[in-house]
C-alpha cells in the first residue's frame, strides 16, 4: 500500500489550498480514511476523518473551513482547505485503515504566512 500526497506549498492567511493522496494498493471503497498533521515538536493530530457510511468529522480547529472528500474512481483522498490561518503550518499527511492496519503517506508541507 502506497499513499503520496500533493499539492502543499505557500499561501498567505486568508488563502485556499486543495491538497490530494493517491493511494494505490487497495481500493478506497473499503476503508476509512483521515488527514492529519504535524507541527515540529508536536505529535500529529487527525484533523479530518471519513468513515465508510459515516458524515465527515473534524477537529475543532479546522471546522467550517477544512472539507475532506474520496474519489473512489480515481482513488483519491482529497482535503480543501479554506480560509487558513498561521497555526494551519503543518506537515499534512493522508491515512487509510481497515482491519486493523494503518498506513500513512510521507506527507506535504503546508505553509501559511501572515
Known amino acids: 500500500v502506497q499513499l503520496l500526497e500533493s499539492g502543499g506549498g505557500v499561501v498567505q492567511a486568508g488563502g485556499s489550498l486543495g491538497l490530494s493522496c493517491l493511494v494505490s494498493?487497495?481500493?478506497?471503497?473499503?476503508?476509512?480514511v483521515f488527514w492529519g498533521r504535524q507541527e515540529p515538536g508536536k505529535e500529529r493530530e487527525v484533523v479530518a476523518t471519513l468513515r465508510r457510511g459515516s458524515s465527515a468529522m473534524y477537529a475543532d480547529s479546522v471546522k467550517g473551513r477544512f472539507t475532506i472528500s474520496r474519489d473512489s474512481a480515481k482513488n483519491t483522498i482529497n482535503l480543501q482547505m479554506n480560509s487558513l490561518k498561521p497555526e494551519d503550518t503543518a506537515i499534512y499527511s493522508c491515512?487509510?485503515?481497515?482491519?486493523?492496519?494503518?498506513?500513512w503517506g510521507q506527507g506535504t508541507q503546508v505553509t501559511v504566512s501572515s
Open positions: 491515512n487509510v485503515r481497515k482491519l486493523g492496519a494503518s498506513y
Open positions: 494498493g487497495l481500493a478506497l471503497s473499503s476503508v476509512d
